[in-house]
């Protein structure tokens, strides 16, 4: 389901005249209904008459087509819905699941000097909570992997959803975990990580600002990469 237009304030009247070229057998009593079942939530006017939104009318168009193309009973709906307000993305397949989006290159892994809190500023992405099943599926991982990935805190569910940078963690050990390391063997990172993360929040707290953050992580990630090619460099 595309993203919404802003605004828009429509009586359920206006609704009908603008969904019925596309769907001419709706009635006010079916708008009701899918609202009296949750799957639209208008607004109210200060007299309590029901205002719908750009939003709403997207949700409907959703809701009418999912019923009269797909034949989805209102449960998957309702669960299609669900993971489009979390962030999710329409199939682009024959699965007719909502998908995670597609990685996004991090701009901290280009050059120090880069302009990294104004490129993240302009790429500013929606929030995202992903079920564990939708972790294992945008990251090419199994459930059991992706539990192993949790277990030993690679990533961290809150409230039982998994954010869009544990999405990014999956995705990076998955390559690593197809070469034959388990989730155990990849702590070896994360400590790493929770190491070279105090250091960032000590040079915060010696004057630095919290905007440069970005910038503070891409300057670590290169002497990072620059020791582990030494490195590798001394075991051919």
């Not at 719908?52 to 819905?81: C, G, H, M």
């Not at 597609?102 to 000097?113: F, I, K, N, Q």
């Not at 960032?200 to 600002?209: H, S, T, W, Y």
Request: charged letters at 25%.
């Amino acid at each position: 389901m595309p993203p919404a237009p802003e605004g828009g304030s429509h009586t359920v009247g206006a609704v009908l005249a603008l969904l019925r070229e596309d769907f001419p057998d709706l009635t006010i009593s079916k708008v009701r209904f899918l609202d009296a079942e949750g799957l639209v939530s208008p607004g109210r006017s200060p007299s309590g008459y029901r205002r719908y939104s750009n939003a709403d009318l997207d949700r409907l168009r959703f809701v009418l087509t999912a019923q009269r193309d797909r034949f989805w009973p209102l449960k998957v709906i309702r669960e299609a819905l669900d993971a489009y307000d979390r962030g999710l993305q329409p199939p682009q397949g024959p699965d007719a699941r909502p998908v995670a989006p597609p990685p996004v290159g991090d701009p901290a892994l280009r050059a120090p000097d880069a302009p990294l809190r104004e490129e993240r500023e302009k790429r500013a992405e929606p929030p995202l909570r992903l079920t564990l099943a939708e972790v294992a599926r945008g990251s090419g991982l199994n459930e059991a992997q992706v539990r192993d990935l949790a277990g030993f805190g690679l990533i961290t569910p809150d409230a039982g959803y998994f954010d869009r940078q544990a999405l990014v963690v999956a995705r990076s050990a998955a390559a690593l975990m197809a070469r034959g390391l388990g989730a155990r063997h990849l702590r070896t990172f994360r400590l790493a990580a929770e190491r070279e993360a105090a250091m960032v929040a000590q040079l915060r707290g010696r004057g630095g600002r919290g905007a440069e953050s970005e910038q503070v992580v891409g300057e670590c990630l290169a002497l990072h990469l620059a020791l582990l090619r030494a490195q590798v460099a001394l075991h051919p």
